[in-house]
């Protein structure tokens, strides 16, 4: 019952706080996922407020924050950004332009997903809202300006004029608050001037990080791993493998790995407290060999050509500087909702 109390709580929060709560939640139409499977989460649409004029300081002013929060971290070009897990657990989405590009961070605290968006594929470059509604416990956004529904782990339209439309994603780095001052130490990150009347300092879930309940009901379970044990995963075609944050060493990993035809390189480490993935195959036809590289943040590993690349995947010294490592199709997430998406993934041993 502990569970229906958090959800409860939470809800009166927004319902209390909020004063835009618009329509209830629409299942029309057809749908690419089991309409039955679809759930309405109980604020409605825009009832959880996505944050559409994001306002940022620096790091160092970032008082809200303890080291061991989570953020996600943005970059392109010279500007870096952050965004943390205290303010998106009450928010799921912020409208940002970064250095020109148009994203939507959407981050889902029922799965533990973050993935940036990007919106400039869409028409107008149109912002995302948070529907209300749910699939597999994850969140599933709608784009305003088609008004269709996204599932934000499935990167889709799975509702509306775009159904079946995938969106394309932007590299993101999530990690502790303490591993990203130290390695983006004049970095921006999201402010609580949301213009939104909220506790960023309080967990608005109890103790759901940790513990084994789910608040909705999610497709098959896979007791390979902890059902909130944080998994980078790597969408490949049909196929998936997945990097257990926590089965990793203190120290930063680098594994040159090729999963169903994709040649890549994932680093991941427990102690820092991330886990990223590139093609290594680059578009010359080169596929180059990493090595780690430790203490030296935000820089993570170099090749046998002498270049040093860092947690974006640019490298930043050597013959090849200023050149990006493909992202691969991947992000972190809770296990459950990894193994309910992309059933039968590979866990990496």
Known sequence: MKHIFYLTAFFFLIYFTACDTVDSADLSGEWLIPKDQVFDGGPGRDGIPSIDDPQFINVSSASYLTDDDLVVGFKNGAVVRAYSHPIMDWHEIVNDKVNGKNIAITYCPLTGSAIAWNRD????????????LLYNTNLIPYDRGSQSN???????????????????????????FKTWKEMYPNSQILSTNTGFSRSYGTYPYGGYRTNTDLLFPVNGEDNRLHKKARVLGIIVGESTITYSIDSFGEDISVINNSFSGLKHVAAVSKGKNFAVAYNRELVDGTILEFTVVQNELPIIMFDGEGNKWDVFGEAVEGPRAG???????????????????????????
């Not at 193994?339 to 039968?344: R, W």
């Open 323 to 349: 050149t990006l490592l493909e992202a691969t199709k991947s992000f972190i997430s809770y296990w459950f909702a990894w193994a309910a998406f992309y059933p039968n993934a590979v866990i990496y041993q």
């Open 121 to 132: 594929g869409l028409v107008g470059g149109s912002t995302f809202g948070v529907s209300g």
């Open 150 to 176: 996204w599932s934000q782990m499935m990167i889709k339209s799975v509702n509306g004029n775009l159904i079946g439309q995938e969106i394309e994603t932007s590299k993101m780095v999530e990690t502790t």
